[in-house]
């Protein structure tokens, strides 16, 4: 999404880092959820056949190609630009899942980094509604949604170490009746 960390910026700013491929804002990735409601699990993948700087993690059940596959499908995935664990579920469910919730919205958030942790957002629908605070390279806590709004909302979550190295998990669309 447009200000988020890596994003590059419209050359015409002389904001860095300016994005050298072309600037099209309209093909940011929160414009397919928000606008078109396209349900997208997220992974990271360079176009040059990179194994050191970019990662897509699929969490599988199973540890052979199906298993993958069926875990790409089901968006249970995330992406990052180092060997970054994250998991965030809530309750029996993970990233990638569409679930409806009758009590408030809370995530569990797991972090293994492979630095200290800079910077752990969670989003709704795209914007930062939450800043966690953490020490070290890793984090575990709970977060809950503290004006959760009555509908069908996606969240994630960010994490930016302090090194610049992103790690970001596949959205939850989580329905609620407030």
């Not at 309209?26 to 699990?41: C, N, P, Q, R």
């Not at 360079?46 to 990662?55: A, G, Q």
């Not at 994630?156 to 407030?178: C, F, K, N």
């Amino acid at each position: 999404m447009e200000g988020a960390p890596r994003a590059g910026y419209d050359p015409k700013t002389g904001k860095q880092p300016a994005n050298i491929a072309g600037w099209f804002p309209a093909g940011y990735i929160d414009h397919a959820l928000k606008e078109k409601g396209y349900k997208l699990g997220f992974q990271s993948s360079s176009d040059h056949w990179s194994t050191h700087i970019s990662y897509c993690i699929p969490l599988a059940e199973r540890h052979d190609r199906a298993g993958i596959l069926d875990a790409m499908k089901k968006r249970h995935s995330y992406a990052a630009t180092d060997n970054i664990v994250l998991l965030v579920r809530s309750g029996d469910h993970i990233m990638g899942d569409e679930f409806k919730s009758t009590g408030p919205v809370t995530l569990d958030v797991t972090i293994a980094g492979t630095a200290a942790l800079g910077k752990i957002e969670v989003l709704r629908d795209s914007q930062p509604v939450a800043t966690l605070k953490s020490s070290g390279s890793e984090f575990k806590g709970t977060w809950t949604d503290p004006q959760p709004a009555a509908g069908k909302h996606y969240y994630y979550v960010r994490v930016e170490q302090a090194d610049g190295q992103l790690a970001w998990g596949s959205p939850m669309w989580i329905e609620t009746g407030r």
